[in-house]
């Protein structure tokens, strides 16, 4: 059978690369650079590309294994239970939506308030989540031919400014390859996992490709094309401002791209931020929206989760309820500038879905061993027992060194857990009390003649 | 398991649920699609072709299909009954649906308007 409609190559690369790409990303690159000496975050950076890699490898055959769009929420069911996989989607999920609305509008609303300073930055931030509500309500996608423009323009600009700015200091870098003590480094690639966060979001795609392999190959492209923009740019914002400087401003990229390239450069790097916050606020969105939805429709979150726009076929309930959550969460962020705690806390969140999807492909090798697979991972349980390995010790980093992050995570654990083991069966059980008592399927005869 | 005629007498009543409800005629008259819809226990193959709003359906497959939805019968029975919503079969992997993960959403939404809650 064909299909009409197919993804090149080009997009599932441009899919994964454009929802890592957030202005946040210069803020943890920030982090990266300052746990490590000298002018060296790019090995940690590349480290941390080079690990991400295990994740992918993982992410790979469990979308052959599974190509659904359900994504983690159907490997981990099926790997672990459904409880497990209940619990750690809707986890997930929160806390990309809150890491994502929260870090971005920060850092956002500070670059879009240091070029027009008379607007308040809240206010900033209620312009952007009304466009991006708007656009998810109406069901506008930023997908196809103009996703891929705006990734791979981003992409270039990035990587340009890097190049500049190094140029500029005729590639002289203060000792780049002395990045100090393993402590430094491990905390390093630890915060620059945040860098990539986002790269398998891409699976969903899984049924609109000719080859499942297309989206492996496109994840491991974008892994590798991320991971040395990251590391150019990195490196050249150290090398040309002291790193207490960058540290120092909520919009550290801002302040590079004035010392690089003046007045100009503000003007052209408030154009990339405002394109991957508005990109990735978009995705953000409607991948939880579509989650919730989904949610709803099978019992485990409120009907009301399920209402859609008759006008616009898009679940305005979810879109509207996940607004509030956002002017809610930017609020505190802004009162108490702990952007910082939301980077980390979505990192160490990343490394507990890697560790996951490392035991699933192990699992879901012993519970399906005779389902085809598309892709498998060579040298048997090596890559995943690596993964599991690698962002076990990366996530334990994060949540020792960040004791806020750490009680963040335990209590939203905790209520996601609770909310699983009392909710769920509660509505559960009130949707079948509530179903029409006859099925509308006819009872088979059992004469025979209906079949078997 | 459910036989090829099962599934066909639920198409149909999915059919004409559809055709009855001039809200979801409106709603996708730009949405024009074709539905394979195929059993992976019994020999069943069906075709249900949007164009203009209207939906009709057809016994056999569509050589060039938008969207290709995969079930046991049962499944795919209880699902065009509409004794069951599409969103649990697809979370736990017992449905497949091949296509743009947007159609794949109306086609949920549709199903939700048809038969609700």
Redesign the interface.
């Known amino acids: 059978?064909?299909?009409?409609?197919v993804l090149t190559l080009r997009t599932v690369v441009a899919t994964s690369a454009g929802l890592t790409l957030a202005s946040s990303s210069f803020v943890a690159a920030v982090s990266v650079a300052n746990f490590v000496l000298g002018d060296t975050a790019w090995i940690a950076i590349l480290t941390g590309g080079f690990l991400c890699f295990l994740a992918a490898f993982c992410f790979s055959e469990l979308n052959g294994l599974?190509?659904?769009?359900?994504g983690i929420?159907?490997y981990f069911?099926?790997a672990f239970n459904?409880r497990v996989s209940l619990t750690v989607s809707i986890l997930y999920m929160l806390v990309v939506i809150v890491g994502v609305v929260g870090a971005e509008s920060y850092v956002l609303s500070t670059v879009l308030s240091g070029v027009i300073p008379a607007v308040p930055p809240y206010a900033w931030i209620v312009l952007m989540l009304l466009l991006v509500t708007g656009m998810n309500i109406r069901g506008i996608?930023i997908a196809g031919l103009f996703q891929d423009v705006i990734t791979y323009g981003l992409m270039f600009s990035i990587l340009a400014f890097g190049l500049i700015a190094l140029y500029k200091v005729n590639f002289q870098l203060s000792a780049p390859l002395s990045p100090g003590g393993a402590t430094g480094i491990i905390s390093a690639v630890a915060v620059g996992v945040f860098l990539f966060v986002g790269f398998e979001w891409v699976t969903?795609?899984a049924?609109?490709v000719t080859q499942i392999r297309q989206i492996s190959r496109g994840m491991m492209i974008a892994l590798g094309i991320l991971s040395v923009t990251y590391a150019i740019f990195t490196t050249a914002m150290t090398a040309i401002v002291p790193k207490e400087v960058l540290a120092a401003s909520a919009a550290p990229h801002l302040v590079f791209a004035r010392a690089a390239l003046g007045g100009a450069g503000v003007s052209w790097m408030t154009v990339v931020s405002l394109a991957a916050t508005v990109t990735t606020f978009n995705a953000g969105l409607l991948s939880v929206s579509?989650f919730m939805?989904?949610t709803a429709?099978?019992h485990a979150l409120p009907?009301i989760f399920?209402r859609?726009s008759?006008r616009y076929?898009t679940p305005w309930v979810s879109i509207l309820t996940l607004f509030l959550i956002g002017l809610v969460v930017s609020g505190v962020i802004l009162l108490t500038h702990r952007y910082l705690v939301l980077v980390h806390l979505a990192a160490a969140m990343e490394s507990i879905v890697y560790v996951m999807a490392g035991l699933a492909v192990i699992s879901l090798r012993r519970r399906m061993p005779e389902q085809e697979r598309p892709y498998r991972i060579p040298f048997g349980n090596l890559v995943p027992v690596l993964t599991i390995l690698v962002f076990t010790v990366l996530a334990l980093t994060v949540l020792i060194t960040s004791p806020w992050v750490l009680v963040n995570l335990a209590v939203a654990f905790l209520l996601c857990l609770v909310y699983v083991n009392t909710a769920v069966p509660y509505l559960k059980k009130k949707?079948q009390a509530?179903r029409p008592a006859a099925?509308?399927?006819?009872q088979?005869r059992t004469d025979g003649a209906?079949?078997? | 398991m459910a036989t090829h005629e099962e599934i066909t007498e639920s198409l149909m009543v999915f059919t004409e649920n559809y055709n009855k409800n001039e809200r979801l005629k409106i709603m996708n008259k730009d949405w024009n699609r074709i539905v394979v819809v195929q059993a992976t226990d019994v020999e069943s193959l069906h075709t249900l072709t949007l164009l203009d709003g209207v939906v009709s359906l057809k016994e056999g497959k569509s050589n060039d299909p938008d969207l290709t939805v995969i079930s046991d019968s049962e499944t795919l029975a209880d699902i065009f009954y509409g004794d069951i919503t599409p969103t649990e079969p697809y979370n736990n992997g017992s449905l497949r649906i091949i296509g743009s993960e947007d159609d794949i959403i109306r086609l949920d939404f549709i199903s939700l308007m048809i038969w609700g809650e």
Do not use: T
């Open positions: 059978m064909q299909f009409k409609k599974l190509p659904s769009a359900a929420r159907l069911s099926r459904d996608k969903p795609l049924e609109e579509r939805y989904a429709r099978e009907q399920s859609i008759m076929l949707h509530r099925r509308r399927r006819p088979r209906g079949g078997n």
